[in-house]
């Protein structure tokens, strides 16, 4: 099993930036993508970012640009560095894992974190 938390969610004004963390614990040698995800309400849920395990990176389109998936394998922690938010990308965060490179199916999921962006 994979054990997914987030942190770094918060309120930021619009323009500002946030780090989200997710730190990875369990059988974390099976993994080999991480992404997170984004739920706003009202809205579809959304593959933000993913990194697989040699450090490949893709971003959706509302992203790209302003933010940076990264990760620290030593720490067991993926990163999703924000920039110049905007109040649409208010939203619970979702970190997220899973064991293939094809027909990824997002086997284990976080809690979830709130980013909130004020205008």
């Known amino acids: 099993q994979v054990q997914l938390v987030e942190s770094g969610g918060g309120l930021v004004q619009d323009g500002g930036s946030l780090r989200l963390s997710c730190v990875v614990s369990?059988?974390?040698?099976?993994?080999?993508?991480m992404g997170w995800y984004r739920q706003a309400p009202g809205k579809q849920r959304e593959l933000v970012a993913t990194?697989?395990?040699?450090?490949?990176?893709n971003y959706a389109d509302s992203v790209k640009g302003r933010s940076t998936i990264s990760r620290d394998n030593a720490k067991s922690t993926v990163y999703l560095q924000m920039n110049s938010l905007k109040v649409e990308d208010t939203a619970v965060y979702y970190c997220v894992a899973d064991p293939h490179l094809t027909a990824i199916r997002w086997d284990y999921w976080g809690q979830g974190t709130q980013v909130t962006v004020s205008s």
């Open positions: 990194i697989t395990r040699s450090g490949s990176t």
């Open positions: 369990g059988s974390i040698f099976g993994i080999n993508v």
